[in-house]
């Protein structure tokens, strides 16, 4: 038995979905697990990690838990001990996912939930010939796993509704977001939306309509941007103006009787329709190898979501409840840790350096961290009393590269009267200071526009963290200036 304190996940199947599972548990703290008898699994899982590595901690602005322990087994009973969540992910093949299921609960703990990456497969077909059906669930993720938030979970008539919901936090605790689907059916919700699109571009290729690289194009210029922070019905919403959905449909239902579609009927995959079809993909995006893709498509997906993260809107906000349920950083040599994040790959210059807008841009919220420990939270804004920015300079000491991770300290400097003045150290792993910026802002009357001095616990406060700060030598750029 470990001796690890660790939640345990068991990975069984180590491919693309597997290797993707593994990393989103295994970067927030959990250890892993894995069970696959493919002698490249150790390889192919480590690459999927790295891709992780690099991309999930950028999403957020907040330092991830520890990374937890990986193991590899050639053992499924030692694999799926002890483990808290179990996720199957072999191949799509019924029978085969029985004899797993079958070997996966003959060992594994008794009230832990074992969810299947399927696609297809209702939980009820899963279940068939099960000892304890109850047990498994369909928990079908979407790749890649360690990014994408979605996670359709399907339960059937024998799953428990408390541990269904159980299932479901733990999935949360992971930044998952779990979409219960309510009734059983083939390809559960988001697989049998692709498949109509899918269906669709096979016959825009096959009556030689468009090519692979214009329907692509059609989609990530076009709707693609809109489905990413709206899904189809809020789209559409929008689309009926200011009379809404009802108008939308009033207007435009007709067309769906019109034979604009083929979703019935699939072109049949000829030799030569599929060699077409390969030759287009490979003209389209050949010249890149599937692991730069990957990068590629990390870095893309890290910026848009980002970008929802900002709104909350979609996966920014599944991004920014998990965001607040990780735990707050450590005070470092007395001082406060006012961030404390991964660079990610959006913030960097063509050198392949942080730009320097972003260096402001974690002393801003470094700054804002700083307000809310000293009472001058988002409540206290609300009531008319905030902090504004007055002045800032920036020394930069050390370059920051994107996948870095830094913790920022904040030593008070002054906070007497209407001034705040801070002093930020950006510190790398290595324990370097990698850049500082002092920061003057003075105490605002929001409803006035004008300076006052604070009152109440933000005044108290501050006393307090300046007696604690008095005795702290000064900072070597403090009071510096251009030239």
Known sequence: MSTSTNKKAAIIGGGVIGGGWASRFLLNGWDVAVFDPDPQAKRKINEVLANARCSLPALYDRSLPDEGTLTFHDDLAKAVSDAQWIQESVPEQLALKHKILAQIQAH???DCLIGSSTSGFKPSELQQGSIKPEQIVVAHPFNPVYLLPLIEVVPSAATDASVLEAGCDLLRSVGLKPLVVRKEIDAHIADRLLEAVWREGLWLV???????????????????????????FETYRIAGGEAGMEHFIGQFGPALKWPWTKLMDVPELTPELTARIAQQSDDQSGHMSIRDLERLRDDNLVGMMRALKKSG????????????????????????????????????????????????EVSAQAS??????IGADADYIANGG??????????????????????????????????????????????????????????????????????????????????????????????????
């Open 386 to 483: 905030s902090y504004f920015t007055v002045e800032t300079h920036v020394c930069y000491l050390n370059e920051i590269s994107a996948g870095d991770h830094i913790r920022v300290t904040t030593q008070l400097i002054n906070g007497e009267g209407k001034k705040l003045h801070l002093f930020h150290r950006l510190i790398n792993d290595e324990g370097a200071v990698a850049a500082t910026v002092e920061t003057l802002l003075l105490h605002v009357d929001i409803k006035t526009r004008r300076t006052s001095e604070p009152g109440g616990v933000v005044a108290t406060n501050l006393a307090e963290m300046a007696k604690r700060h008095a005795s702290l030598a000064k900072p070597d750029q403090l009071g510096r200036a251009i030239g």
């Open 313 to 360: 809107s979609g996966a920014g906000g599944t991004i920014n409840d998990h965001e607040a349920s990780l735990p707050e950083p450590m005070p470092m040599d007395d001082l406060p840790v006012t961030g404390d994040r991964q660079i990610p790959q959006s913030w960097t210059d063509y050198n392949g350096h942080m730009n320097e807008a972003h260096y402001v």
């Open 206 to 232: 096959h009556d030689e309509v468009a090519t692979t690289e214009e329907i692509d194009d059609a989609i990530r210029y076009g709707f693609g941007l809109r489905w990413a922070q709206m899904g189809l």
């Open 368 to 373: 804002d961290r700083f307000m809310e420990m």
């Open 108 to 110: 594994a703990p008794s």
